[in-house]
């Protein structure tokens, strides 16, 4: 089945202690991205990557960082989380930056930083 | 003003009944339009792409106004499963997709 992977699914921590959101994807996407969803805001991306690594910035990436060292992965880190990064995260995939409209999203990761 | 703006509803509708969203957006450059379902905690999907000359997807049709800078979802006959978040999405430039921040829907039996 193709699908987007997200792990953990729900997370509480507490302020300063780092912690990797994990994403796989397994239907061979060039490009995949992060987004972190607040109420009112809506979805904001946080960092994207077109390709194994080829990263780059959203809107905002302060306190996030990411790295592509293979097709299928594209883990979140927070090094030294805060509890402004409390939110519902979305990692998401496309066929590749031209078809990045159509995107597949994983099942999301609720954090929450005490 | 936000690049895309969306009444976040809720939108009380009765089943069968029609109902409508629109959705604006500020830059006028834009390429390319969606309309993404969500439901309640679980992730976005794509519902369907707005063309400019609108298209039609079973109860769904969108259409997009480019002189006035809206896209529309109109859908009839609703059910109790049309219950969701609708996010209206943008395309800017290459890289750059702007989402919503939804118009709920709630269908009533």
């Known amino acids: 089945e193709a699908q987007v992977t997200q792990n953990p699914r729900y997370l509480i921590t507490v302020t300063g202690k780092k912690l990797t959101v994990t994403c796989s994807q397994n239907?061979?996407?060039?490009?995949m991205s992060w987004y972190r969803q607040d109420p009112g805001l809506g979805l904001r991306q946080i960092y994207y990557?077109?390709?194994?690594?080829?990263?780059d910035k959203g809107d905002v990436p302060e306190g996030y960082k990411v790295s592509r060292k293979e097709k299928r992965n594209f883990p979140l880190i927070l090094e030294s989380p805060s509890p402004n990064q409390t939110s519902l995260y979305f990692c998401?995939?496309?066929?590749?930056?031209?078809?990045?409209?159509?995107?597949?999203f994983g099942a999301g990761t609720r954090l929450s930083v005490l | 003003r936000k690049e895309v703006e969306q009444d976040p509803g809720p939108f009380n509708v009765p089943e069968g009944a029609t109902v409508a969203f629109n959705c604006t957006y500020s830059n006028s450059a834009s390429q390319s339009f969606f309309w993404y379902r969500q439901d309640c905690r679980k992730e976005p999907k794509l519902l369907m792409s707005v063309y400019s000359s609108g298209n039609e997807d079973g109860r769904f049709t969108a259409q997009l106004n480019r002189a006035s800078q809206y896209i529309s979802l109109l859908i009839r006959d609703s059910k109790l499963s049309d219950s969701a978040t609708y996010l209206c999405v943008v395309s800017e430039g290459f890289q750059k997709l702007v989402f919503g921040t939804g118009t709920r829907l709630l269908v009533s039996p």
């Open positions: 239907m061979n996407h060039e490009y």
């Open positions: 990557s077109m390709n194994v690594e080829v990263t």
């Open positions: 998401a995939s496309a066929p590749d930056l031209a078809a990045k409209n159509i995107q597949y």
